[in-house]
């Protein structure tokens, strides 16, 4: 735990800038006690998903806050293997240790591990990248059953708000989640009417300051419901996506080869068909335009088997460091005008479009009661801008992205 | 016409200014010609629905930009009554004068030219507290029926973007508004599941710089549905609502006693009625807040007479220029900190998840097909901005509106 200071929840007023406030290190003993932790130091550790994550509301009764001091690689603990790779994490895990380390094998487990790998890995990058911003970490417990981690930088020297969440919830689907999976194909024979089920995923969206750095989000989730007859029905779903202010083909074409190398390990098929599926989603309807470049996208992936499907989501989470990071160090030293930035606010007010409109996720928390909201429209930019009847000049290279939103492209082959 | 000098829409690039392009004088020909103007001549001045303002798409196949110069009185023209009073408008009304002088009796002529002379006297009051900035004038053509009359002020001394439209709209209601007519109660029998319909209104939006200037909007309309049986149904409806970003007690008494007073000539319960329904309307759900502090707020009034709800709605209609402009006035010079427009800032944000995520007419104008976009998110701020966790300390100015937000309080008795 040397890289976590647990902080109590402060916050100051309008300038909202967060203050520091007296110690707290009781998520940090509760991952280090062993067995003495009981059902209530569980529940401190159980952290519950955003509903952008999962679709699925949370509510929270406490959270702790916690800023990042720069990582020191942590010793190798006499604790054993699993211990030592939580060690590395943003927080404490969802789920106790303790019920960790008997369901090793479970792929709630692996996935649990895995998204808050991904969590500490992005996040780390990006503070490295920014040199100077850190992360506020908030780990809270969701009343219905399960909790979250989010990490959040804001007003760094490369980032404006970089948002990574980590959710594991579980308990009962509601019914308007039910009929939004009966109505995407999903046969569920419910139990009087529930349906137990269990969500993990992580959320992520970075906006940098420099409109030559693009705006990225990610998410990859896992899904598993049980139905009246015991059958467990399981899925996993997920994506990255790049939003540009301005167009440079060799970025994108990074950006699409790395994530199509993560795809290619697993299946000819899972690029083209994902690429596509990303276009089609990402699409601001009343504009005729897509959100950005597009990446990679799916859903209800429940085939060839759990570990291939496993295996595969971990490429693509391993990816997002490598398609992004090398791109914000390449542009955040860029000179850009008053014009470049308002350009970019422009483009950022159709995000807010995208995301308060459409994105299914954010729409299902927002309506949703006892949703976390600071959690769901996190992904919202920290300022966004709308003029009446802005339109490019044809040549301009505002014009060029928008032609590419409009008409998406084949990057990589 | 004298006020009048219409252009073609011609942008320029990043910067987001307006060029003016060569004059046309076609509109000001088509309202001035006489006789002479044939339904080609009348396609060029129909002008269709905001979304916003009638809950009706409008697509749009031409449209004028004008500039409003400073307003010098026209002469008595020796065309008659009407045609003087439409000398007054922004633009030339959006039916054909000689239709409107056919049809003077008719409650949709005298919707039309309330709702343009309302524009007019909204427009030309906040282009005289500007002081500085001129209203972007768009005449435009619906190609399902009808047109609309968008003036738009954007970077003003005093306003950072005012937005006044006007919208006439017929045609055959979608299916979509079908049903969410018959979900509020309406008993509506259709020819061949075909409603025919008219529709209009104005509709407005005004956000100032000064964060001690509040943002106001209005929205009053009009609307006529034929039965199969030929028998027709007509409602009005509409509201005026402020957002404080601060609270000024006296400024809220002012606006809602001038709302108050302008509803107690038609009847004693219609100011509690509406100030309730105000508040309930405008609730952003997922933060437990209303967007402002209120206003009247009503729809499908049908009683006691077409007359007389005319006249309540015309004692609305006026009422907006002397329950808003005093306020304007009164603060446009106030000092204020970069804390106080931070929180400006803030608050904008939170009008933009209302109108994105829970307002009727946009979301409706938004899922429809061929709706003209600017004219429907013409509401939106210049400039919003979201932070997270953002909780001002209990004692400030900011938790002050923020306690109204959440609780709203009885203003005037």
């Given at each position: 735990m040397s890289q976590l200071l647990l902080l109590s929840a402060v916050r100051a007023g309008a300038g909202g800038r967060a203050l520091r406030g007296s110690c707290s290190l009781r998520a940090a003993r509760a991952l280090h006690?062993?067995?003495?932790?009981?059902s209530q130091g569980r529940s401190l550790l159980m952290a519950a998903g955003s509903a952008v994550v999962a679709g699925l509301a949370a509510g929270y009764s406490r959270f702790q806050r916690a800023e990042m001091a720069p990582r020191s690689l942590p010793p190798?603990?006499?604790?054993g293997e699993l211990e030592r790779r939580c060690?590395?994490?943003?927080?404490?895990?969802?789920?106790g240790l303790q019920e960790l380390q008997a369901n090793r094998a479970d792929m709630k487990t692996q996935m649990e591990l895995l998204i808050m790998e991904t969590q500490a890995e992005v996040c780390r990058a990006l503070a490295a990248a920014d040199g100077g911003a850190t992360f506020i970490i908030d780990s809270w417990h969701r009343t219905e059953g399960g909790g979250g981690v989010s990490c959040v930088l804001q007003d760094g020297n490369v980032f404006e708000k970089a948002g990574v969440n980590v959710s594991v919830v579980h308990g009962y689907l509601s019914e308007e989640s039910i009929l939004q999976m009966k109505s995407r194909g999903k046969n569920l024979k419910t139990k009087n009417g529930k349906l137990p089920f269990c969500a993990m995923g992580v959320s992520s969206v970075i906006h940098p300051k420099n409109p030559h750095v693009p705006t990225i989000h990610f998410n990859y989730r896992y899904f598993e419901i049980e139905e009246e007859d015991g059958n467990k029905q399981w899925w996993f779903g997920g994506g990255t996506d790049l939003t540009p202010t301005y167009l440079n083909k060799q970025d994108v074409v990074h950006f699409h080869q790395t994530l199509k190398d993560a795809c290619d390990k697993h299946g000819a098929g899972y690029y083209p068909q994902f690429k596509k599926w990303c276009d089609d989603y990402f699409f601001i309807k009343h504009r005729g335009e897509?959100?950005?470049v597009g990446g990679i996208f799916f859903d209800d992936?429940?085939?060839?088997s759990k570990e291939e499907v496993f295996k595969f989501v971990e490429s693509c989470a391993k990816a997002v460091v490598p398609c992004y990071i090398p791109i914000v160090e390449k542009h955040k030293n860029d000179s850009f005008s008053p014009e470049d930035k308002l350009w970019q606010q422009l483009r950022r007010g159709r995000y807010v479009e995208f995301n308060l409109v459409y994105d299914r996720g954010t729409k299902f928390g927002l309506a949703t009661?006892?949703?976390?909201i600071e959690s769901i429209l996190m992904?919202?930019?920290l300022t966004a801008r709308w003029e009446y009847m802005h339109s490019p000049p044809p040549d301009s290279k505002e014009a060029e992205i928008l032609n590419v939103l409009r008409e998406p492209k084949d990057w990589v082959q």
């Open positions: 006690g062993s067995s003495s932790r009981g190798v603990s006499p604790q060690e590395g994490f943003m927080a404490p895990p969802v789920t897509r959100r950005g992936l429940d085939s060839p009661p006892g949703s976390r992904s919202l930019p």
